[in-house]
């Protein structure tokens, strides 16, 4: 499998968009923090700003 790469800038910043990214969805690590994540924003909430701009997008 030849693996793609393409350079780009974002901004002023140098990224790397490539075809060869590995799976981490059960990653044990990548695990704990989405936990942690989640309980996090069901203690604070989301920002009221951010849901009302993410009501403005979802309907485009």
């Known amino acids: 499998m030849k693996v793609k790469e ?10 790397t968009i490539s075809s060869n990214v590995g799976e981490y ?10 936990e942690q994540s989640r309980k996090t924003l069901s203690k604070a909430g989301f920002p009221a700003e951010l ?7 979802m309907k485009k």
């Open 25 to 34: 969805s059960n990653d044990p690590y990548v695990l704990k923090k989405a």
């Open 6 to 15: 393409k350079k780009i800038y974002l901004g002023q910043t140098k990224g």
């Open 51 to 57: 849901l009302k701009l993410q009501t403005e997008r």
